[in-house]
């Protein structure tokens, strides 16, 4: 089981980054996916989630106009377009699949590096 996360970089103030993540090893249609952030001495919270099929989706309350999560189960990847970047949004970026079906499964990117400065 692979979640690799792409597209983090540095970003002025007021621009944008996708990011990617791609899985591989599991049945990704049948996974909600999600995105996570986690600041340097701040705890990890949720920042985005969508359904298996995409129908559903939720926002943290700082993100929302902003971001936006999409997925294209054909090709097994989960999408993150930040617009309106802002330093706060400063903080590792990592993907989570997780399945509660027949038991709970959980799997985790390594997480990608997402910087907004001037």
């Known amino acids: 089981v692979q979640l690799v996360e792409s597209g983090g970089g540095l970003v002025q103030p007021g621009g944008s980054l996708r990011l990617s993540c791609a899985a591989s090893?599991?049945?990704?249609?049948?996974?909600?996916m999600s995105w996570y952030r986690q600041a340097p001495g701040k705890a990890r919270e949720l920042v985005a989630a969508?359904?298996?099929?995409?129908?559903?989706?939720k926002y943290v309350e700082s993100v929302k106009g902003r971001f936006t999560i999409s997925r294209d189960n054909a090709k097994n990847t989960v999408y993150l377009q930040m617009n309106s970047l802002k330093p706060e949004d400063t903080a590792v970026y990592y993907c989570?699949?997780?399945?509660?079906?027949?038991?709970?499964?959980?799997?985790w990117g390594q997480g990608t590096q997402v910087t907004v400065s001037s």
């Open positions: 969508i359904s298996s099929a995409g129908g559903s989706t």
């Open positions: 090893g599991f049945t990704f249609s049948n996974y909600g």
């Open positions: 989570k699949a997780a399945r509660a079906v027949g038991g709970y499964y959980e799997y």
